[in-house]
């Protein structure tokens, strides 16, 4: 009688524990670029949060807003009655010359729109949409986040 395994005892422990091992890679794969992801929107949503809140700060205390045009910009007099404004640039959004947004992020989608305040409407508003992405992430990990507001102005 001869004690011990078999080849092939051993070549099916061995396939059991190779599968187990591919599974518990792949969960451990999906979980990192899941934790990735989630870190990626917290980053970009609180740059376009950032930038929302400086722009409805400045819009809201302005004392006229002197143009709005074309979607991508804002020019306005802030509660000093120095000129300023805000822009859609390539990747970013410009406060003057300055950039509000992050070297990190890149704006995809960036609108300023003046309905409510080309019109007789009382208060006037401003429409702000802004869209963007961590620029050095790509694929699965990216995230894309979106953010908008409404600026009331106090100055009509």
Known sequence: MNKGM???EILVVVAVFAIL???VTQA??????????SESQVRVRENLSYA??????QLRNANAVTVCDTGLRVEYK???????????ETDYVASGS???TSDEIRVTACSISCPGYQ??????????FLSGEEASVTGVEG??????????????
């Open 52 to 57: 929302l809140s400086v722009m409805e700060r």
């Open 143 to 156: 995230a894309s986040v979106s953010a908008q507001t409404k600026v009331y102005l106090r100055t009509y």
């Open 98 to 100: 300055a950039r509000l």
């Open 28 to 37: 451990v794969t999906l979980t990192l670029r899941g934790s990735k992801k």
């Open 119 to 128: 019109t007789s409407s009382n208060p006037p508003y401003i429409d702000i």
């Open 78 to 88: 802030d509660s000093k009655d120095y000129p300023t404004s805000f822009s859609c």
């Open 6 to 8: 078999s080849l092939i």
């Open 21 to 23: 091992g591919v599974i």
